[in-house]
């Protein structure tokens, strides 16, 4: 076993190396289907060392901050959420205006803290409710003239949404009761839908007004298409645009949930974390088991 870790670490370090050093048209071509496949099998898997885990996932993060500015480059800087990756930095940060100090959205702000929010059951009442209330707001907007992100109660719900769902997450990292999680991933479920409507209407397309949760596209697609988004440069930055890059950041990062987490121990030891690394304890809890296989190098040694 320890030797296998011991290759497991080392051809990722192999891996990080020519990718580091490799040339331009390398690094755009390296993540090949086989090596995708491995790559979310390994960070996945139950079986994986957490070292091994530890290792890929702060790989993957570094070329996620270093690609993610890059258009060409979104196939790559999407598989830090594609295997599992959790934010650590508060959405504000990444935005140079902060959506939620907008006149018309502080109200949204107020709703929240409104709602006493201290319970699982209440999280998900409160996150379900205002799916909908999104829902019936982009309808309603869509009818108009005005630019959909014009729209105060749009932007309003929308944020609100935003603020819920960093409430859903936090107990899906926590809970331990299978039936609580499941409900918990089920909402995540809705609201990653609903964002991703308002994505689709702030870029022309009807609003869909079956019911949240359904028809779905794939994790995948939702990841690498808000990477792609995001990846390209705000060069008319307002508001409205800053609250779309809070939304397709959040796609990106918590749409991995979409996925029925495993079952886990009411109980789990705590461990100290580096806040400015990425915190493995969720992404091991929260993650299905994947099988894959690469093709050249092996992380998983015989």
């Given at each position: 076993?320890?030797?296998?870790?011991?290759?497991?670490?080392?051809?990722?370090?192999?891996?990080?190396?020519?990718?580091?050093?490799?040339?331009?048209?390398?690094?755009k071509s390296f993540?090949?289907?086989?090596?995708?496949?491995?790559?979310?099998?390994?960070?996945?898997?139950?079986?994986?060392?957490?070292?091994?885990?530890?290792?890929?996932?702060?790989?993957l993060l570094s070329?996620?901050?270093?690609?993610?500015?890059?258009?060409?480059?979104?196939?790559?800087?999407?598989?830090?959420?594609?295997?599992?990756?959790?934010?650590?930095?508060?959405?504000?940060?990444?935005?140079?205006?902060?959506?939620?100090?907008?006149?018309?959205?502080?109200?949204?702000?107020?709703?929240?803290?409104?709602?006493?929010?201290?319970?699982?059951?209440?999280?998900?009442?409160?996150?379900?409710?205002?799916?909908?209330?999104?829902?019936?707001?982009?309808?309603?907007?869509?009818?108009?003239?005005?630019?959909?992100?014009?729209?105060?109660?749009?932007?309003?719900?929308?944020?609100?949404?935003?603020?819920?769902?960093?409430?859903?997450?936090?107990?899906?990292?926590?809970?331990?009761?299978?039936?609580?999680?499941?409900?918990?991933?089920?909402?995540?479920?809705?609201?990653?839908?609903?964002?991703?409507?308002?994505?689709?209407?702030?870029?022309?397309m009807p609003v869909?007004?079956?019911?949240?949760?359904?028809?779905?596209?794939?994790?995948?697609?939702?990841?690498?298409?808000?990477?792609?988004?995001?990846?390209?440069?705000?060069?008319?930055?307002?508001?409205?645009?800053?609250?779309?890059?809070?939304?397709?950041?959040?796609?990106?990062?918590?749409?991995?949930?979409?996925?029925?987490?495993?079952?886990?121990?009411?109980?789990?030891?705590?461990?100290?974390?580096?806040?400015?690394?990425?915190?493995?304890?969720?992404?091991?809890?929260?993650?299905?088991?994947?099988?894959?296989?690469?093709?050249?190098?092996?992380?998983?040694?015989?």
């Open positions: 076993m320890g030797d296998s870790v011991h290759n497991q670490k080392r051809a990722l370090t192999v891996l990080e190396g020519i990718v580091e050093m490799g040339t331009p048209q390398f690094q993540a090949t289907p086989s090596l995708v496949s491995s790559l979310k099998s390994t960070s996945m898997s139950f079986g994986t060392d957490n070292g091994v885990r530890r290792k890929l996932m702060l790989i070329w996620h901050r270093h690609f993610m500015r890059d258009p060409e480059m979104a196939h790559v800087s999407s598989l830090y959420g594609l295997c599992g990756g959790v934010d650590r930095e508060p959405l504000a940060s990444i935005n140079r205006t902060n959506p939620s100090s907008a006149p018309e959205n502080r109200r949204a702000i107020d709703l929240l803290h409104s709602h006493g929010l201290s319970s699982v059951e209440g999280t998900i009442e409160a996150s379900d409710k205002e799916c909908e209330n999104l829902l019936n707001a982009m309808a309603a907007a869509s009818k108009s003239s005005e630019p959909i992100m014009q729209n105060p109660d749009v932007k309003t719900h929308a944020t609100l949404t935003l603020e819920l769902q960093k409430e859903i997450v936090h107990f899906i990292h926590t809970v331990g009761d299978s039936f609580y999680l499941s409900a918990l991933v089920l909402a995540n479920d809705k609201i990653v839908d609903v964002l991703q409507r308002l994505q689709d209407v702030a870029a022309g869909s007004m079956h019911p949240l949760g359904t028809n779905a596209p794939s994790k995948e697609e939702l990841i690498v298409n808000a990477s792609r988004r995001l990846s390209v440069p705000d060069v008319m930055p307002t508001p409205s645009n800053a609250l779309l890059r809070e939304v397709d950041h959040s796609l990106m990062v918590h749409s991995g949930f979409t996925s029925a987490a495993p079952s886990r121990p009411s109980a789990e030891p705590s461990e100290q974390a580096d806040p400015n690394e990425i915190d493995m304890s969720a992404v091991e809890r929260n993650s299905q088991q994947v099988q894959g296989s690469i093709s050249g190098i092996k992380l998983y040694s015989i």
